[in-house]
């Protein structure tokens, strides 16, 4: 079965710094799509970004990115000039089919 | 667009009391599904449907009953509630044509179980 794993509990980071949260997954399969969601205080659950697995090009949205290593299951979303609204609980979730699989969650705090 | 609409926002219930969770989505999705977010676990898949008249079981359908009569409305049953199903519950809708569409979800229902 497929299993996501982010080692992270919680990061934080200075207001305008990087920081980047890591993001790992098992799977037999070769073709599938990888997302990060945020869920900020609101409970509301937002699309960051989402990543096919047959692409090598890496995805980026405005100053959000990600690191895909197909290889090594890995799958690390990186933030650039962090804002005080980037605040919220980060999900990274693997989709094959019909399922989604979910990682257990990072809490990012940004410092101002 | 309302997007997906849940209700109720909150809900308190005593144990083996029956409930509905409402979840409505006017964007014509084939796939709708239902999530329970509980601390440090992430979300898990109750039940899932593909389209009218089509549902199917995800990683923790015990204790929750489904049916999808129209494409809009994807409705959850608990039965007999017990203080394990205390959670915060999501819906979410897409299309079915890739799975890259992204999840579109509704705002959760707050569920205690006393």
């Known amino acids: 079965a497929q299993t996501v794993t982010q080692s992270q509990p919680e990061m934080s980071v200075q207001e305008a710094e990087t920081v980047t949260l890591s993001c790992t997954y098992d799977?037999?399969?070769?073709?599938?799509?990888l997302f990060w969601y945020k869920q900020p205080p609101s409970r509301q659950m937002i699309l960051v970004i989402r990543?096919?697995?047959?692409k090598q090009q890496n995805a980026t949205e405005n100053r959000f990115s990600v690191n895909f290593q197909k290889a090594a299951k890995s799958f690390s979303l990186k933030i650039s000039d962090s804002q005080l609204g980037d605040a919220a609980m980060y999900f990274c979730?693997?989709?094959?089919?019909?399922?989604?699989?979910w990682g257990a969650g990072t809490k990012l705090i940004i410092k101002p | 667009n309302a997007g997906v609409t849940q209700t109720p926002k909150f809900q308190v219930l005593k144990t083996g009391q029956s409930m509905t969770l409402q979840c409505a989505q006017d964007?014509?999705?084939?796939?709708m599904s239902w999530y329970r977010q509980d601390p440090g676990m992430g979300l898990r898949l109750i039940h899932y449907s593909v389209g009218a008249g089509i549902t199917d079981q995800g990683e923790v359908p015990n204790g929750y009953n489904v049916s999808r009569s129209t494409t809009e409305d994807f409705p959850l049953r608990l039965l007999s509630a017990a203080p394990s199903q205390t959670s915060v519950y999501f819906c979410a809708s897409s299309y079915l044509g890739s799975y890259n569409s992204p999840l579109h979800f509704g705002n959760g229902t707050r569920l205690t179980v006393t």
């Open positions: 799977t037999s399969e070769s073709d599938y799509y």
């Open positions: 964007m014509n999705h084939e796939y």
């Open positions: 990543q096919e697995a047959y």
């Open positions: 979730a693997y989709r094959s089919a019909y399922q989604l699989i």
